[in-house]
């Protein structure tokens, strides 16, 4: 099963503008990883918020994270057409003893000129 | 130049074939993992390693096989067994096999003619 969830599922915007994407998840989690997914390459890692932290900042990304909620979500500010990309978020879910690193399905952007 | 690897970049397989996807990491992580990625879908993991000549079953083995005698190697092997291999298969490495982040390779495309 998903542990996490992204949402929306694909996102249009406007160079310039904002971005927010959602993540839910379902069980207690160390950390929260974001990684982003240009069209046919690997991952990214892009930011790790770990669950007694509530916002992390890298350069024009900010991540928050509601423990409560059990949601995370990714902004992006003044996005640009390099932004394109699928970003997914990632938690360890704990299954037969071993820590194993699960994604959502991920959020589509593409930053129009 | 650090970092990990994957050969060959597509690769077409006819049926009945067994075909061996490479990954090669000189970060000298402990942990590598292999997932498979369907078009607008996240990732699932195949099978992961936590320390050389140790590899365990991921969510969906059936048809794959690995090996890991050396740090630096995780070839995967896709078996006539397995009945849908059309997909993007991604390797991944972290520092220990825990909660660390993951870093991925660029990614092999596999397609069944």
């Known amino acids: 099963s998903q542990q996490g969830e992204e949402d929306p599922q694909a996102l249009s915007i406007q160079e310039g503008e904002n971005a927010t994407m959602n993540c839910s998840y379902k069980t207690s989690i160390n950390n929260l990883q974001w990684y982003r997914q240009n069209s046919g390459r690997g991952l990214v890692h892009l930011i790790l918020?770990?669950?007694?932290?509530r916002e992390k900042h890298s350069g024009r990304l900010r991540v928050t994270l509601d423990t409560s909620k059990k949601s995370s979500s990714l902004l992006i500010t003044a996005s640009r057409a390099a932004d394109t990309a699928s970003y997914f978020c990632a938690t360890y879910h704990e299954v037969q003893g071993a820590q194993k690193l699960v994604f959502g399905q991920g959020t589509r952007l593409t930053i129009n000129p | 130049d650090g970092g990990i690897t994957q050969s060959p970049k597509y690769l077409f397989r006819k049926e009945g074939q067994n075909v061996t996807l490479s990954c090669e990491q000189n970060?000298?992580?402990?942990?590598m993992y292999w997932y498979r990625q369907d078009p607008g879908q996240g990732l699932r993991l195949i099978y992961y390693?936590?320390?050389?000549?140790?590899?365990q079953k991921g969510d969906i083995a059936e048809g794959y096989s690995v090996s890991r005698e050396k740090k630096e190697s995780f070839p995967l092997t896709v078996t006539s067994a397995q009945k849908n291999p059309t997909a993007f298969y991604l390797c991944?490495?972290?520092?220990?096999?825990?909660?660390?982040?993951?870093?991925f390779g660029p990614g092999t495309r596999l397609t069944v003619l």
């Open positions: 390693s936590q320390i050389v000549n140790d590899f």
């Open positions: 991944a490495s972290a520092p220990r096999f825990s909660t660390d982040t993951q870093y």
């Open positions: 970060l000298n992580h402990d942990a």
């Open positions: 918020i770990r669950s007694n932290e």
